[in-house]
């Protein structure tokens, strides 16, 4: 097999996605091309393929919930897709006619890929194409022998081992039925042959549907030829209910985390780090158990990743450590610096170098310098804070007014001490110091003391003067009551 799929002359190859159907058995009110595998919808999954594999136009079939599959896949591939609106789904067969009327199919080839089959490998298709093309047969199919071949279209061949037709299951009697080779609904067609042929399917089966694979009895009747190929059934697995999909999701997600620790990433328990596609980790970066990075995470080199940790679409910076059961989304995080345990970063988040954020710290929109602090319980939202401050455990800046947000500002080398509320908006100079317990409403200049205090009452002696009061109200209490009169 050849290392690059990318086939020497593709001029021609149109690629069309069969993405129209609801996906009865996913039991979902979302269209099962929009369901994901490791962060990415299924459709996206055919549509890369088909870029993999050199397809110079890419035609999805969309019908059910067709705007939202378009906005998915147009937000994933922004150009060099286009979309066939399939309205009524009345077969695969249709399906592939919807788009030769919208998109036309070419001189050429025409791949046809399944939006459900997501983990077929370019050098698969690659294989197909060619075969097609060297036998110049009209029909080129992937197939795989399973020993439990229920629900697909067994592939029917002559003594001599020539591929006659496919009969689906639902169609098939017993001893068609008995078959373990079967169709894996990926298929390489001769463009002229598909064109004319399509016009020829008719509904007349169990589903009265038009049967896409129909054509390969067809090609037969009309004296064409039809190959085959094989591949394992893991790659080329089509996901029809919620426990495939899960399968097929762990083992992509094994894939990713082999080929991650093959890269020089470490992984305490790779069976429960959950690396979503598209996530960069750079070498010598350590996970523990039961991580997930999510999104367009980007992990740089030597960073580690604590236990329990959840990163959503953030940046950790080189030799960071993120501490277990941290919460990032749409972070950055720098050199160094420290978070959690327990640390809830939120979008805008921004930690230059050497930050330490510590325990039950809520961040939001908050951009702190290099080799602050903000170690314990506190929320920092819409602050922007300078280099070297010192902020306080349950330090809490007021920005929200019920209505409008506002900001707080810290020049470098502030101090707040503990248990202060900022309230925004407020600024705070250059090493200005804040006594705890304070309510700062009003700015502070550089180099000032602030602090807000109620005078501190001391009573002495008073614990021990309520003891014996008590102790004096009980005993009355415990007394018998004097009988009335002798
Ligand atoms: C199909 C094949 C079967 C093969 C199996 C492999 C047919 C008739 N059968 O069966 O031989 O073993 O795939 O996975 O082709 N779709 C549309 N429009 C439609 C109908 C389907 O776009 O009108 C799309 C679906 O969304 C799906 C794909 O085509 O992505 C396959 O359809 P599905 O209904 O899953 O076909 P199978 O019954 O699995
Ligand atoms: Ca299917």
Redesign the pocket.
Known sequence: MDATPSLENSALLTAI???????TRMKSGR???LHELCGRP?VAF?IAQARAVGATRIVV????QADEVRVRAGALFPSGVEFAL?E????????VR?ARDAAGLGEGEVLVL????PLVRPQTLATLVRARRESGAAIALVTSDLDEPT????VLKDESGRVLR?V??RDANASERAVHG?????YAFDAKFLGSALDALKPD?A?G??????LIGLANANGREVVATKAPYAE???I?DRAELAEAEASLRREINLALMKSGVTMRDPSSTYVELGVEVADDVEIEPQVSLRGKTRIATGARIGQGAVIVDSTIGEGAEVKPYSHLDGAVVGARSLVGPFSRLRPGTELAEEVHVGNFVETKKARIGAKSKANHLTYLGDAVIGQGCNIGAGTITCNYDGAKKYETRMGDGVFIGSDTQLVAPVALGDNAYVGAGSTITKDVPADALAFTRPPLTVKEGWVARRKAKLAESAVGESKPKKAGGT
Do not use: F
């Not at 079939?61 to 059910?64: K, R």
């Not at 789904?89 to 399906?95: E, F, I, R, S, V």
């Not at 629900?151 to 067994?154: A, D, E, F, S, V």
């Open positions: 996605i069969l993405a129209a159907g609801q996906g269209a099962k091309v299924l055919a079939v969309v019908g059910h399939q009524e789904q009345l077969g695969t067969g249709h399906a919807i399944s939006g459900d089959v629900g697909y279209g067994r496919v689906e299951h079967v169709n894996m609904g990926l089966n589903q549907e038009l049967y896409l694979t129909d080329t697995r089509g029809n």
